[in-house]
């Protein structure tokens, strides 16, 4: 294994294959403008994700609600902890609003979690689903929700406004979950997708990030137990620090690692396995609607 990563070494200290190609196309180009145009608040850009381009091609966009300050302090995320702002009441019509002017054919919705309040946010998450559906017609939706604290009438208000796909990640294995998720519960999040399935969401989805110093059998336990609660949709990518502050990478999974742990999902019964290095929770989001 040494001997691999170090033949595929980047001067950066990152292998050959997390070398990311720069953004391209008409399609891209035309978004972008309109992005940096009207201030649009898309977390492809906030983000710099590496599938921009390919997404946007897509007519996918993600967009992130509820500010920009998280109320927990996992040790992955480059997102500002601290005391968020006050609720923008008007935000599920902004989003619809940049959903409209960017032609978005399906947007995936995120947010920060936001413990401060009581409803753990989901009255605007449930207030930009039919916003963003009274506007936009055509446009398919995937939201990638926090737990809201395992609380069930929070969770039901994403569930009466029927996200084609929604989405809570896992992020890790549940030996490094407290040190990678420090609020956050194994178990809670697994019930969330449990509680989702069985009231009736047609498409669950959840992600990982490897290179944190999980191993294989401990990669394959998740997958095992995410099918438990009948999840239809896994995405494993590479973790990546997002700064000296943040938790270092133990290691640069391979891509034949990461074609092993697809094949293994396939063969467990998920619809749809994205497995690869530069994947992300989005990452060929409207193909998960098949």
């Known amino acids: 294994m ?35 145009k009207y201030k649009l608040n898309t977390i492809c850009t906030s983000g710099s994700c590496p599938n921009m381009g390919e997404c946007w091609g897509e007519g996918t ?13 996992c040790g992955f995320c480059g997102v500002k ?22 032609n978005i054919k399906h947007a995936v919705l995120t947010s920060v979690d936001r413990d401060d309040l009581k ?7 449930a207030e930009t689903v039919q916003a963003v559906r009274r506007m936009n017609l055509e446009t398919t939706m995937e939201t990638l929700i926090p737990d809201f604290q395992g609380i069930e009438r929070n969770i039901d208000r994403i569930i009466e406004v029927r996200p084609e796909v929604v989405s809570h990640n ?10 990678v998720r420090i609020q956050a519960k194994y178990d809670r999040s697994l019930e ?5 399935k069985a009231s009736g969401i047609n498409r669950t989805k959840s992600g990982i ?27 494993i990518g590479q973790y990546l620090q997002p700064s000296k502050r943040h938790l270092p990478v ?34 060929k989001a409207q193909k998960h609607l098949l």
């Open 2 to 36: 040494e001997t691999v990563l170090e033949s595929n070494i980047l001067p950066q200290g990152k292998p050959k294959w997390l070398r990311v190609k720069l953004p391209t196309g008409q399609k891209y180009t035309e978004l972008r403008g309109l992005v940096d």
């Open 61 to 73: 966009a993600t967009f992130m609600i509820l500010g920009n300050i998280c109320t927990r302090s």
């Open 81 to 102: 902890t601290g005391r968020p702002e006050t609720v923008d009441w008007d935000e599920p019509e902004k989003v619809a609003r940049s959903i409209k002017l960017m």
């Open 119 to 125: 409803d753990g946010g989901s009255i605007i998450w």
């Open 170 to 179: 896992m992020e890790t294995v549940r030996r490094l979950t407290r040190e």
């Open 192 to 196: 969330v997708l449990r509680y989702l």
């Open 209 to 235: 990030m490897l290179g944190l110093g999980e191993t294989e059998a401990e990669v394959i336990q998740t997958m095992n137990e995410l099918r438990d609660v009948n999840l239809d949709i896994l995405t």
């Open 250 to 283: 133990k290691e640069f999974i391979t891509p034949d690692q990461f074609k092993k742990y697809e094949e293994i999902g396939l063969e467990l019964g998920f619809r749809h396995v994205e497995s690869g290095a530069l994947v992300r929770s989005s990452y």
